[in-house]
């Protein structure tokens, strides 16, 4: 029991505030889902693994909307465990996977004597535990709906077990442990939480090792109704809405800010191998960003060319469907968002003096102001483009008059160089920068040169390479700007268009350049104007481009190969008139915009199964928007969102003007 | 009734029980117990009068403890070993679906 012992005490340490998470971001954990069945119908279909999934990443990210349920003295303490879970797209061997393996069993039920974890012994071997999350689902005798095994334990025996009929929301699920809850609470158990009431019988002596769960006698059943009072903790009693306690489904709602702090002990420290840091791997700025789950902010230019703003809150679009929140300015440059945190929105946007202007939104309010604007100097071609690879941490990158990169920086208290001032980076740049960040203190940028090839420099932590105003060659003859997306650490893919409109690809896989350091892979297609890719898992890309007849297509790579073909494309319909904005805010999400022929805003989605509002149709969202895509020039008239013909050559930029930009 | 007659897997139908002191157990394998996020007790009756009590734990796992029964006459026997030593459980019904036992 020493390394149970030692867990305890470092999950205390936590508990008091002495230790702090390293992982200040959203982990991401690969589960894999062993199916042991002995009937047909319990080999559970793929559409109820993914449902479990579902479930567990709004448990633990707070996204479940019966949180509103938990009655309010204890509301304030549902917490956000920081942690999502994703079917693993890799095995051990490094093969692609779905996630899932299956195997039919002579064992009519199995018990809780771990038979389902070997195959010696009827089931399936588990996958390296410090990898992955073993998730077994099989029957079980007895009614008994699941159990885990804490931190520490046996590798080999290491995971949750659920019933079939406990699992997920669909197909074998049944009533009352149809939601998904009896993994939510298992895998609870596996990041080393203890039962609520603190399992000593029915005793007030037992702990949950939680300070902010209320001492509680023995566990709580079905669905009480508030308050339940035990042990002297009137006037509010139990939090039997917690997920450690032993209520129905549909009862169970929080886990406590304590019950995370023992969850984030867990993985810094014996669990410290496993899952990824999922918000550390960040995009460029885009106009449409996503600060958490369920959560959307697009910014766009009316034909005023000032700043307006949109929201999804979960629930409803803010201020309305249609409607926008103007935000002041006269801008040149489409609006460009990112967040490092949640609830946090840095937007920039260049003015017609060609300055960059700065505004944000802090959680309870836009500063400066509503409509106000922070000047940050320069002389600016084209967009600026922003990532942020922590929290407080803001990378900005423009392009000057003369064409050369230039940088600026947010370190959490002040601006560098300065507040209007830029680093100069070198280059020739035609298009715009890309940047992309696959870890903390990372970042990779992206460059078309004059040659029209695609050129990379990246700040390792220490210092830029191939040094400060030099450049990685990568070859091609491009087309489009670059776009890039980061879907693991030390992992990079780069799409732009070719000479010919097809769109191509290169990745760094960690250790090199593929197909080859100035090679690229053909992926077909005639683009107009520039893709967009984001990935939502790991191993996962999606790739949206619109076609030569103005509609829009889609593409992805699922981790073993590229839908619907390498070359070919899903068509989305769609008349659009800007470049495909995307967001994805959770696994298996994805959120796009485009602008139509009406100027107004499109918008569809895939909620993981389905196409809204059809694979073709679109949902409007009003507005007359001028600047959605990123070559809008300020010469260009207000319409100047048509579409860009498939034309050889990128877009001429604006002539250099006699300011530089601010470093001199 | 020897402590001999117990045998086989016995699982705790906690539904069905008389009262707080008195519990019905069902044959682990042959009875179709609800899903229950509570854990059930189990009880395995091996020979030689042995008892292996099965608790749900911490991470909803059985937790295991064997003792020993010896007989104490009118269906009455004291648990020797195990989480309760002394403890006297007493046999109200024992058919072959059904065992029920008053645990003071």
Same mark, same amino acid.
């Given at each position: 029991m020493r390394a149970r012992d030692q867990i305890e005490m470092q999950a205390q340490r936590y508990e008091l505030g002495e230790l702090s998470n390293e992982r200040t971001g959203v982990t991401r954990i690969p589960v894999i889902v062993h199916v042991v069945w002995n009937t047909a119908p319990q080999n559970v279909s793929d559409a109820q693994v993914t449902s479990q999934i579902e479930v567990l990443n709004r448990d633990f990210r707070r996204t479940n909307p019966d949180v509103n349920t938990t009655p309010a003295p204890f509301l304030p303490l549902a917490t956000d465990s920081r942690i999502e879970f994703v079917l693993a797209s890799t095995d051990p061997n490094g093969a692609a996977t779905n996630g899932i393996e299956r195997r039919q069993t002579s064992t009519a039920a199995f018990t809780a004597n771990d038979a389902m974890k070997s195959f010696g012994t009827g089931g399936l071997n588990a996958w390296p535990q410090n990898q992955y999350l073993n998730l077994w689902v099989c029957p079980l005798a007895g009614g008994l709906l699941g159990y885990a095994q804490f931190p520490g334990g046996p590798a080999a025996t290491d995971g949750v077990v659920i019933q079939q009929s406990a699992f997920g929301t669909v197909g074998t699920a049944t009533a009352p442990f149809n939601l998904g809850r009896t993994a939510t609470h298992e895998i609870g158990h596996w990041l080393n939480l203890n039962h609520i009431w603190g399992d000593d019988g029915t005793g007030c002596s037992g702990t949950d090792n939680v300070a902010d769960t209320p001492n509680q006698g023995g566990y709580n059943t079905g669905a009480p109704t508030f308050p339940r009072v035990s042990c002297s903790n009137g006037p509010n009693g139990d939090m039997y809405m917690n997920y450690m306690d032993y209520v129905d489904d549909r009862a169970m709602v929080m886990f406590s800010a304590g019950q995370v702090a023992r969850m984030q002990a867990c993985l810094d420290g =014996?669990?410290?191998?496993?899952? =990824? /840091? /999922?918000? /550390?791997n960040r995009r460029s700025s885009s106009p449409v960003v996503d600060w958490g789950p369920n959560r959307i902010d697009a910014f766009v230019l009316g034909t005023d060319r000032a700043l307006y703003h949109k929201w999804w809150n979960g629930s409803s679009w803010g201020p309305s469907v249609t409607g926008y929140e103007a935000m002041g300015g006269i801008c040149t440059s489409v609006p460009q968002a990112v967040s490092w945190g949640a609830n946090r929105l840095d937007v920039f946007v260049t003015g017609t003096d060609s300055a960059l202007y700065h505004k944000w939104w802090n959680g309870a309010s836009w500063g400066p102001s509503v409509t106000g604007y922070e000047y940050m100097g320069g002389a600016c071609v084209g967009d600026p483009r922003i990532v942020s690879w922590d929290a407080n941490r803001l990378d900005v990158f423009v392009l000057g008059t003369n064409r050369a990169l230039y940088h600026k920086w947010w370190n959490g208290s002040n601006w560098g160089p300065s507040l209007t001032g830029y680093e100069y980076m070198g280059g020739t740049c035609v298009g715009q920068p890309e940047i992309v960040s696959w870890g903390p203190n990372r970042l990779d940028v992206f460059v078309i040169g004059t040659d029209r090839a695609l050129h990379h420099k990246w700040w390792d932590g220490s210092s830029w390479g191939p040094s400060v105003t030099g450049y990685e060659r990568l070859g091609g003859v491009c087309t489009s700007a670059p776009h890039a997306v980061a879907w693991g650490p030390n992992r990079l893919d780069v799409f732009v268009t070719g000479t010919d409109g097809a769109l191509y690809h290169k990745w760094w896989d960690g250790a090199s350049w593929g197909p080859s350091l100035t090679g690229f892979e053909r992926m077909g297609g005639i683009c107009v104007g520039e893709p967009e890719v984001v990935s939502w898992g790991p191993n996962r890309l999606d790739l949206f481009v619109i076609g030569t007849d103005s509609a829009l297509y889609h593409k992805w790579w699922n981790g073993a190969a590229w839908g619907p073909s390498l070359t070919g494309y899903e068509y989305m319909g769609g008349v659009c008139t800007s470049q495909p904005r995307v967001t994805s805010w959770a696994s298996n999400r994805l959120d796009v915009f485009v602008t139509g022929t009406d100027s107004a805003l499109y918008h569809k989605w895939w909620n993981g199964s389905a196409w809204g509002p059809s694979v073709t149709g679109y949902e409007y969202m009003g507005g007359v928007i001028s600047? *959605?895509?990123? %070559? *809008?020039? $300020?010469?260009? $008239?207000?319409?100047?969102? %048509?579409m860009p013909s498939a034309q050889p050559t990128p877009p001429a930029l604006p002539s250099p003007v006699a300011m530089g930009m601010g470093a001199s | 009734m020897s402590a001999d007659s117990l045998s086989g897997s016995w699982t705790h139908s906690y539904e069905e029980d008389d009262s707080a002191d008195v519990q019905v157990y069902r044959p682990t394998h042959a009875f179709a117990f609800p899903p229950s996020r509570r854990g059930r007790e189990t009880l395995e009756f091996g020979a030689g009068g042995q008892m292996i009590k099965g608790m749900p734990g911490p991470d909803d796992r059985q937790s295991k403890t064997g003792a020993a029964l010896t007989s104490l006459g009118m269906n009455r026997y004291r648990l020797d070993g195990g989480q309760t030593p002394g403890r006297v459980i007493e046999i109200i019904a024992s058919e072959p679906d059904l065992l029920k036992i008053r645990m003071p």
């Open positions: =014996v669990r410290s191998s496993i899952g =990824v /840091a /999922a918000g /550390a600047a *959605f895509k990123t %070559d *809008f020039r $300020p010469e260009q $008239p207000a319409h100047g969102i %048509d | -």
